[in-house]
Nanobody
Framework: QVQVVESGGGLVQPGGSLRLSCTAS????????MGWYRQAPGKQREFVAT???????NYRDSVKGRFTISRDNAKNTVYLQMNSLSPEDTALYYC????????????WGQGTQVTVSS
């Protein structure tokens, strides 16, 4: 019922910036929390940031002060502005969208690759 699509990934040099976008479409009327996660090769997927429909945010400690999550509720779109990127940020970045009604459910995007390298 809900499709989630990420975009904006790419290759960037250390110290550079990228802005990721994620749009949820379909039956999005009850989407409340959206978030970003990432997974590096051979590693477990990890939490990056989340944002509620009311604008409350959470970040993992390693990205605080560098990454900013925001959303446009009218467009059902969430963004991740990433600054001061380092090679340790290299990963496949996934977006998810969570709904409560009619039943609780989580939807995941296909991922967008972020590579930080000189």
């Amino acid at each position: 019922q809900v499709q989630v699509v990420e975009s904006g990934g790419g290759l960037v040099q250390p110290g550079g910036s990228l802005r990721l976008s994620c749009t949820a479409s379909g039956s999005t009327f009850s989407i409340n929390v959206m978030g970003w996660y990432r997974q590096a090769p051979g590693k477990q997927r990890e939490f990056v940031a989340t944002i509620t429909s009311g604008g409350s945010t959470n970040y993992r400690d390693s990205v605080k002060g560098r990454f900013t999550i925001s959303r446009d509720n009218a467009k059902n779109t969430v963004y991740l502005q990433m600054n001061s990127l380092s090679p340790e940020d290299t990963a496949l970045y996934y977006c998810n969208a969570n709904r409560v009604l009619p039943t609780p459910r989580t939807y995941w995007g296909q991922g967008t690759q972020v590579t930080v390298s000189s």
